[in-house]
């Protein structure tokens, strides 16, 4: 069975922080696929990223960067000088190559940064 | 035109009426799904469809009716709901099987749904 924990319910920072948001995993299959999907208050998931079980490199995307390790089974994502427009719940999900179409979703962390 | 597009993005009925939540995407995807999400619950995933055929339901209560006439549109239609029922339900479209599927999904916006 897969399981993703995100730990953090709530966080509130005030604008120009950095934040990272927690992401753990459990999953028995040897490829899998990782991701964080963000949802402003308008509702829709946007994708964010996606990172393959086998590379382990870690990403940056302009304010965003994602820290992937096999090791502890863990997968932040860390956004530097934060802004308001970055008040969203962010979600982490895991889906395996025995069933790539079924992603398994943590509960979210809602995110909130205050000017 | 946005990737996934989902119609009524708000809908009020009463627990006789049936309606029905459309989505539709223009990204060539072979895969769709249903998602509900409620306040204060995870997501949930409700139905899978694969090139037109559904191949997966999470044990979903029979009021909720599903229905893929083809890969770039999926319905869902609804009759007898429950108040508990009120929730946003999310389309969501990937690449499907043969596509080189590696998971990520393309979300609409999403239809509020409250059962009165």
């Known amino acids: 069975a897969q399981k993703v924990t995100q730990a953090q319910t709530e966080i509130s920072v005030v604008e120009k922080e950095d934040v990272t948001l927690d992401c753990v995993y459990e999953t028995r299959d040897t490829t899998y696929y990782l991701f964080w999907y963000k949802q402003p208050p308008s509702g829709e998931l946007v994708f964010l990223i996606r990172?393959?079980?086998?590379?382990?490199q870690n990403e940056i995307s302009g304010r965003y960067s994602w820290n992937f390790q096999k090791s502890t089974s863990s997968f932040n994502f860390t956004i530097t000088a934060s802004q308001v427009v970055d008040s969203a719940v962010y979600f982490c999900?895991?889906?395996?190559?025995?069933?790539?179409?079924?992603?398994?979703f943590g509960d979210g962390t809602t995110l909130t940064v205050k000017p | 035109e946005t990737g996934v597009t989902q119609t009524p993005r708000h809908l009020v009925m009463g627990m006789t009426n049936k309606k029905s939540l459309k989505c539709e995407q223009h990204l060539g995807h072979n895969a769709m799904y249903w998602y509900k999400q409620s306040a204060k619950k995870p997501l949930e995933l409700m139905f899978v469809y694969n090139f037109k055929e559904q191949t997966e339901n999470n044990s979903v209560p029979s009021r909720f009716s599903p229905e893929c006439p083809n890969s770039s549109h999926l319905f869902l239609h609804l009759h007898t709901l429950q108040p508990e029922d009120s929730a946003l339900y999310l389309c969501?479209?990937?690449?499907?099987?043969?596509?080189?599927?590696?998971?990520?999904?393309?979300f609409g916006e999403g239809s509020r749904l409250t059962v009165l």
């Open positions: 969501a479209s990937s690449q499907g099987p043969g596509q080189g599927r590696t998971g990520e999904l393309f």
């Open positions: 999900a895991l889906s395996g190559n025995t069933n790539a179409g079924k992603s398994t």
């Open positions: 990172r393959n079980s086998f590379d382990e």
